[in-house]
């Protein structure tokens, strides 16, 4: 694994000392429920379970435990990991506080100005691709896959065409393939910016420039379409829209 300290920053804002009470995996969505009712989640980015989940809940009940799992190999343990990371840090309250809310049509690059520039998409995100070009008009804008579909490039281009982008949007998945290192590493030059369902809310990354995420509002709506159903949990979210503070305004 190629190790970066973001993974410190996250583990170490787990305080919340709170059990778990259940972990569904959905179509394509693994949620965590914690026991004061929050709930967060990650994208499905295994084949198969390598353990059972109530094997796992035995021995890691505690939410802040299972997160510490984020750095292993096992896409299985990241997957659950990071979903309990979310359960703790993704919830309305905290959203509020820090006066984040967004409108759910906010663009991530909202604040930074791209146009004319070069803009990367790290993961198979075209509504946020198509977004961007529409509102924000960058010179070139590349989206790279480990799966590649029309349109998008192999992640093998990355370290040739990361250097030269100034902007570089990235899903949160990264954080579970643990390909964020060498991402940052590659574009270190450029505007960071995560998006997406698995992002974790972290006001205080110093790493990212921006983070533009989701909350889950409407819980039990989305655990009944998750379990027969794929696609963006947005409907029954609150979209926020967090800039770290070291950045200058």
Known sequence: ????????????????????????IGSSWVATILEDGSCGIAAKMFNRPTASVEDLLRKKRKAHILGKEL????????????????ACLNTAKRVSAFHAAADPDTCCVQGFNVTGKKVAVIGHMSRTRDQILRESHPEQIYMFDMDPARGDLPVEKEPELLPECEAVIITGTTLINHTIGDILQWSRNAVHIFTGPSVPFLPGFSSIDQIHGMVLTEIEEFLAWNQSNSGSPLPYSQTFLLRTPFKDE
């Open 1 to 24: 694994m190629n190790y970066h300290p973001i993974y410190d920053e996250i583990l170490e804002s787990l305080d919340c000392d709170i059990e778990i009470r259940q972990i569904l």
């Open 71 to 86: 750095i292993q190999e096992d896409p299985f343990l990241s997957v659950l990991s990071l979903s309990a990371v979310n």
